[in-house]
């Protein structure tokens, strides 16, 4: 098997998921756009409905290539970035909420209309490769109970009034310190109603983590 991931190397060589150069990098970018890539781990905080706060942690800076990046992992199927993303996500995590623990990871789910026009469901692949680095549980027990509109295309209030009760969480979650992941984060609604739902099933508490964010919310 490795002869033939080789060989295909050889005949189709690695490109950048983004200028499309050649690279020999496992995580997708060349060194040119990964020099780019804009670092910014921040720490928020998010009020979920019932009044409670929870922290909220993205690693980079939604903007410029950095935003080019997640938009290719996250419409395009760029597969190979998940990891480049869960790196910088773990390092974010560590800087800025070192002793937290947690005992499984969950993510915003997609509404089955909008799983159909995408490659995959960007917030479960990365749980999943967060869930691998950090060695915890994948839980998959958070779930959208109607659908939504894209939240990219409204207003700050408007996003807010889209995802209220708009998720629900199965039983099982009791006492669980529990991770929850998304790609971006700008207003926090969906992360905050979300958040609601696994603190209402019981959860002990919630962090909630998201690739990047634009620095101005």
């Known amino acids: 098997m490795a002869r033939l991931l080789n060989l295909l190397d050889l005949l189709f060589p690695p490109?950048?998921?983004?200028?499309?150069?050649?690279?020999?990098?496992e995580y997708g970018l060349c060194g040119?756009?990964?020099?780019?890539?804009?670092?910014?781990?921040?720490?928020?905080?998010?009020s979920v409905p019932g009044g409670t706060k929870v922290s909220c942690v993205s690693a980079l800076e939604y903007a410029g290539i950095t935003r080019n990046a997640v938009l290719s992992f996250k419409l395009k199927g760029k597969r190979r970035l998940e990891s480049y993303f869960a790196k910088f996500m773990t390092l974010a995590l560590e800087k800025t909420l070192p002793?937290?623990?947690?005992?499984?990871?969950?993510?915003?789910?997609?509404?089955?209309?909008?799983?159909?026009?995408?490659?995959?469901?960007?917030?479960?692949?990365?749980?999943?490769?967060l869930a691998k680095m950090l060695d915890i549980p994948l839980w998959r027990g958070v779930?959208?109970?109607?659908?939504?509109?894209?939240?990219?295309?409204?207003?700050?209030?408007?996003?807010?009034?889209?995802?209220?009760?708009?998720?629900?969480?199965k039983d099982g979650i009791a006492g669980t310190r529990v991770l929850l992941v998304d790609?971006?984060?700008?207003?926090?609604?969906?992360?905050?109603?979300?958040?609601?739902?696994?603190?209402?099933?019981?959860?002990?508490?919630?962090?909630?983590?998201?690739?990047?964010?634009?620095?101005?919310?």
């Open 99 to 129: 002793e937290a623990a947690f005992d499984a990871v969950a993510f915003i789910p997609m509404h089955k209309s909008t799983r159909k026009s995408r490659p995959y469901n960007q917030s479960e692949v990365l749980a999943a490769e």
């Open 143 to 169: 779930s959208l109970v109607r659908q939504i509109d894209k939240q990219h295309t409204l207003s700050r209030e408007q996003r807010i009034q889209n995802v209220r009760g708009a998720y629900a969480a």
């Open 32 to 46: 040119g756009c990964d020099a780019e890539i804009q670092y910014r781990p921040l720490l928020q905080t998010l």
């Open 183 to 217: 790609d971006i984060v700008t207003t926090g609604s969906t992360l905050a109603q979300a958040s609601g739902a696994l603190l209402a099933s019981g959860a002990a508490n919630v962090v909630c983590i998201a690739a990047a964010a634009p620095l101005s919310n």
């Open 15 to 25: 490109r950048c998921a983004l200028c499309g150069k050649e690279t020999d990098t």
